[in-house]
């Protein structure tokens, strides 16, 4: 999960040292943070395990996580409480986590160690480029892509990750039957979403227009946030057919 707030954003053409790519639509938006001593303590010591460097070679997914399982990328987990949570409750599935902030990777590393999660990777680096370089074709069951940054301002609508040359690097990612879970409270970028993904043609809305949460994603700490300010949420499920 990106920040909604452009006053986190960082001056034109700046991105952090670890995520040296050429500019393009990235899946992520700088912001400040400080990383914690747990979260320190976490990257030392878990990270070697569950953290996968960046690197432009297809991942073998039955090496990186020792078995063969259906695997999910979540582009943008934030601090990681939905991504733990939902790694705990399906454990039968296999998660590739991505996120540049250091102190979100921190946060889902505690989590990892608290929960004794097995079936959870953490990729350090944007996810655009993940995708592109690490990520077989037609390998995943599912990508989630929770609470991405809306950017409000129009001129910047641009810079909004569900677009329609992303969707389909998306659907060449997703196995058949590999679903897309998308969800935002901020209903202009719902409706972007929306026509963006039902103009693909490989990919089939599973509702009749939004879908209701999967039960498998808990509340975030968004969604709460807009609950409590009587915003809505609006979930969105796409499938690539069998």
């Known amino acids: ?13 700046s991105q952090p040292p670890e995520v040296a790519h050429p500019r393009s639509i990235r899946s992520f938006v700088m912001r400040a943070g400080r990383t914690t001593e747990g979260q320190a303590r976490a990257l030392a010591d878990l990270g070697p395990r569950f953290v996968l460097p960046y690197t432009e070679r297809l991942l073998d997914f039955q090496e990186v996580f020792g078995r063969q399982a259906p695997v999910v990328l979540e582009i943008g987990f934030g601090m990681g409480d939905a ?6 409750v399906l454990p039968e599935t296999d998660f590739i ?32 480029q993940v ?60 409706q972007q979403m929306l026509e963006v993904l039902s103009a693909e043609p490989g990919l089939v809305n599973t509702a009749e227009g939004y ?25 969105l499920v796409f499938r690539k057919p069998a």
Request: net charge neutral; glycine share 8%; with cysteine.
């Open 83 to 88: 991504t733990a949570k939902i790694a705990e």
């Open 211 to 235: 879908a209701e949460k999967p039960a498998y994603r808990p509340l975030t700490k968004f969604e709460n946030r807009g609950l409590r300010l009587g915003h809505g949420v609006w979930d």
């Open 131 to 190: 995708l592109k370089h690490m990520i077989p074709a037609a390998s995943l069951a599912g990508v989630h892509i929770f609470f991405p940054d809306p950017w409000h301002k129009k001129r910047h609508h641009k810079r909004r990750l569900i677009q329609p040359a992303f969707v389909q690097d998306l659907l060449a990612h997703l196995a058949p039957g590999g679903y897309l879970h998308c969800a935002t409270d901020w209903e202009p970028y719902a």
């Open 1 to 13: 999960m990106t920040s909604h707030s452009e006053t986190d954003c960082p001056p034109e053409g």
């Open 97 to 128: 986590g991505c996120e540049v902030h250091e102190p979100g990777v921190g946060a889902l590393l505690k989590h990892i160690g608290e929960r004794q999660l097995s079936n959870l990777r953490i990729v350090q680096d944007d996810a655009v």
